[in-house]
């Protein structure tokens, strides 16, 4: 049962109302504040899984080589305009009647927190480990990061926070499902791959948290496809002829 990816879900679903009660009474200063601390956790845990790393030069070629497929097929424009259009389909449902002036701000911050909350390495390989073996604790780890981003984030964003919570779980639940058929062709050198590429993504997006780079995150996320093959490639094909 995908215990861990209802918790995620529920976890984003309650940081989003709670923001909305008490957005008005968390101040400025001190939202900006968490949000960086938030950011420094995002990076935090992606070093931490960066380290895993088992084959340099694959994690190095699929994040480029992702990054230039995302890139290629506009990949970040497209969830940049799916994100805006989602963010005036909830304020329509709502009824809100907030100043749009920012829209493009607001458009920029929704599309960090849907790629924190959907597209991260610890929440795509929590889902695959809770599939695998009945380990929840990735997920769970995420879902105590994710209740206060989402709260901060409520705060300015408001709902529709809450609602990203959706498209999460069916992406989550679907990488649970095919955990299955992928487990049997995974060496754990490939899957410290994967959660290394999946930590650079996550420590770029902590850069793009604080607005200190505006690193491609959605670009980068076709990356996460290719580690894998790539790893087994170089495992087994390069490293013998170079070796």
């Known amino acids: 049962m995908p215990i861990g990816i209802i918790i995620n879900g529920c976890s984003v679903i309650l940081g989003g109302i709670l923001g909305c009660v008490l957005g008005k009474r968390l101040g400025s200063q001190l939202q900006n504040k968490l949000q960086m601390v938030f950011a420094v956790c995002s990076m935090s845990m992606g070093i931490g899984t960066i380290v895993l790393m088992q084959n340099i030069p694959a994690v190095v070629f699929s994040v480029i080589f992702g990054t230039m497929i995302g890139h290629l097929i506009h990949l970040e424009d497209n969830v940049n305009r799916a994100a805006k259009r989602m963010q005036k389909i909830i304020m329509r449902l709502l009824g809100s009647r907030s100043d749009m002036s920012s829209a493009e701000e607001k458009g920029d911050m929704l599309l960090?927190?849907?790629?924190?909350?959907?597209?991260?390495?610890?929440?795509?390989?929590?889902?695959?480990?809770?599939?695998?073996?009945?380990?929840?604790?990735?997920?769970?780890?995420?879902?105590?990061?994710?209740?206060?981003?989402?709260?901060?984030?409520?705060?300015?964003?408001?709902?529709?926070?809450?609602?990203?919570?959706?498209?999460?779980?069916?992406?989550?639940?679907?990488?649970?499902?095919?955990?299955?058929?992928?487990?049997?062709?995974?060496?754990?050198?490939?899957?410290?791959?994967?959660?290394?590429?999946?930590?650079?993504?996550?420590?770029?997006?902590?850069?793009?948290?604080?607005?200190?780079?505006?690193?491609?995150?959605?670009?980068?996320?076709?990356?996460?496809?290719?580690?894998?093959?790539?790893?087994?490639?170089?495992?087994?094909?390069?490293?013998p002829l170079v070796s």
């Open 112 to 239: 960090t927190v849907i790629v924190l909350f959907c597209a991260s390495g610890t929440g795509i390989y929590g889902s695959m480990i809770s599939s695998m073996t009945g380990d929840h604790s990735i997920l769970i780890a995420k879902s105590i990061l994710d209740l206060f981003t989402a709260l901060i984030f409520a705060c300015s964003l408001g709902l529709v926070v809450s609602m990203i919570a959706i498209p999460q779980m069916i992406l989550f639940l679907i990488l649970f499902i095919c955990a299955g058929l992928i487990y049997p062709l995974c060496t754990p050198g490939m899957i410290g791959d994967f959660k290394a590429c999946g930590g650079c993504i996550m420590l770029a997006t902590g850069f793009r948290m604080v607005r200190l780079k505006e690193f491609p995150i959605a670009d980068m996320i076709p990356a996460m496809a290719l580690v894998m093959p790539i790893s087994w490639a170089w495992m087994n094909y390069i490293l």
